[in-house]
């Protein structure tokens, strides 16, 4: 595994140094080294835990090196990082073989002066049974014990209240679940579930929605005759449940104003069984391109796809029975699928309500009298989420809030939610429903 190491640290110092998307720079970086299958997936696992836990082993750095952490170099850091990662969370590493690679990478890239340095660190850390380092309060002691930046802590705190914020940090860190919904416009849904299990997918039916299955092991679901022959797509639960709040029928003219990569406007479609029109747009070309090439992988041919501003009125757009506003977000009900979303700024977000806003009062001028509009983020923020669904039905007396519907349960009289991961181990997530009432 030295040489999955050492990917490691170049892929994690350049993104340190680089701010680039990680998904793209691990996927670029393993495609050409020659690592074999197994050191590739023992890297992946290393460069998504270190930059997850980043906050976790900073914390740890600081308190062990006696050290402002500027005074490190970026290498040394990112060497330390990947050690104490390793002595944490993979099981499968036997502490000696954790400290001793960490201590071969800093000599490998001719830093011998540092190899002692880590060395002495992370036996230290060992020989304190790997303690955490103590918070200076509470809302401390949850950011190092799940990695969140104590702004975020404090927020989730503020606005969900101590419990649930507690249970969205713990959900915030490991693993994402891989969900698909089954394409049943064109073949029966266990046609192709069948098809799945036939070629080694094994999968778990999820009771919530009929149509959407948990992708079980590591097994690529991208790379099954079913996937190719368009009978599935990868979509969070999440994002399928904000489908069946908009309820769209056969021969309904749907706009999705903020659609791409297309996973709602393809789960949109499926739902009225490719009859009628759906009507999806983004604001990048390239972008809508992708739903295009989704639509067309998946024979929805009742989609068009096309480039739009949704803040900015079309007189010549029609008038629509559904309209989804799944709105530009921070996406901070997604850090466990992209951890790097925790490391940005707040006030990076600042801008966002209003833009948010803007976009849902020009979506709400294309419903039809009794048509449907869904407000909806992949976010966890009461300004980005209620607070524009209240300013919204302040500044519209045309619109009044509507049941999200039967497949919520015992939500199903609920007119908006927010969707936490523990729920149903899917995506943070907010869905709010409207009704155009003249
Ligand atoms: C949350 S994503 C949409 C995800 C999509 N609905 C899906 O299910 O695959 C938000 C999208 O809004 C687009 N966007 C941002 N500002 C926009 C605007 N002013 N008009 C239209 N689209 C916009 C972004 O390019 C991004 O693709």
Wanted: charged fraction near 30%; include cysteine.
């Amino acid at each position: 595994m030295g040489n999955a190491r050492k990917t490691v640290l170049r892929l994690l110092t350049r993104l340190e140094n680089s701010g680039s998307y990680s998904n793209i720079l691990l996927d670029e970086g393993l495609e050409r080294s020659d690592l074999s299958p197994q050191d590739k997936k023992f890297a992946a696992a290393l460069f998504y835990g270190v930059l997850e836990r980043q906050i976790t082993l900073d914390n740890i750095i600081r308190e062990y090196s006696r050290n402002p952490k500027n005074k490190l170099g970026t290498e040394v850091r990112v060497i330390l990082r990947m050690g104490l990662y390793q002595l944490l969370y993979m099981d499968s590493v036997p502490d000696n073989a954790a400290v001793d690679e960490s201590v071969k990478l800093a000599k490998k890239n001719r830093n011998p002066a540092a190899s002692g340095f880590i060395n002495a660190m992370l036996r230290e850390f060992i020989r304190n049974n790997k303690k955490l380092p103590k918070g200076r309060n509470a809302t401390e002691e949850l950011s190092i014990e799940y990695s969140a930046p104590v702004w975020l802590t404090e927020k989730w705190t503020r606005e969900y209240g101590k419990d649930i914020c507690l249970e969205m940090l713990k959900t915030s860190v490991g693993q994402a679940p891989v969900t698909a919904r089954v394409n049943t416009a064109f073949h029966s849904l266990e046609s192709t579930l069948d098809m799945l299990a036939e070629e080694g997918i094994t999968f778990e039916r999820l009771s919530v929605l009929p149509d959407c299955i948990r992708i079980c092991g590591a097994g690529a679901v991208e790379h099954t005759k079913a996937y190719k022959e368009g009978r599935i797509h990868v979509q969070d639960l999440s994002s399928q449940l904000c489908c069946a709040a908009l309820d769209p029928k056969e021969n309904d003219t749907v706009l999705d104003l903020c659609a791409a990569p297309g996973g709602k406007t393809f789960t949109i479609a499926e739902r009225m069984n490719n009859k009628g029109r759906v009507l999806a747009f983004d604001l990048h070309k390239n972008r809508a391109g992708l739903i295009e090439s989704g639509a067309k992988r998946l024979g929805l041919d009742c989609i068009r796809a096309g480039v739009n501003n949704a803040k900015v009125y079309d007189e010549k757009m029609p008038k629509a029975d559904k309209v989804l506003c799944d709105a530009p977000c921070s996406g901070l009900g997604v850090i466990r699928r992209k951890p790097e979303i925790k490391y940005k700024e707040p006030s990076d977000f600042d801008r966002l309500p209003e833009i948010q806003y803007d976009i849902l009062k020009t979506s709400a001028e294309y419903v039809k009298v009794g048509g449907t509009l869904v407000y909806s983020t992949c976010t966890l923020s009461r300004a980005e989420n209620d607070e524009v669904a209240d300013r919204f039905l302040a500044e519209h007396p045309d619109f009044e809030p509507a049941p999200l519907g039967e497949a919520f349960g015992s939500d199903s009289g609920l007119c908006r939610m927010s969707i936490t991961p523990a729920k149903y181990n899917s995506d943070g997530f907010f869905i709010a429903k409207f009704i155009r009432l003249r």
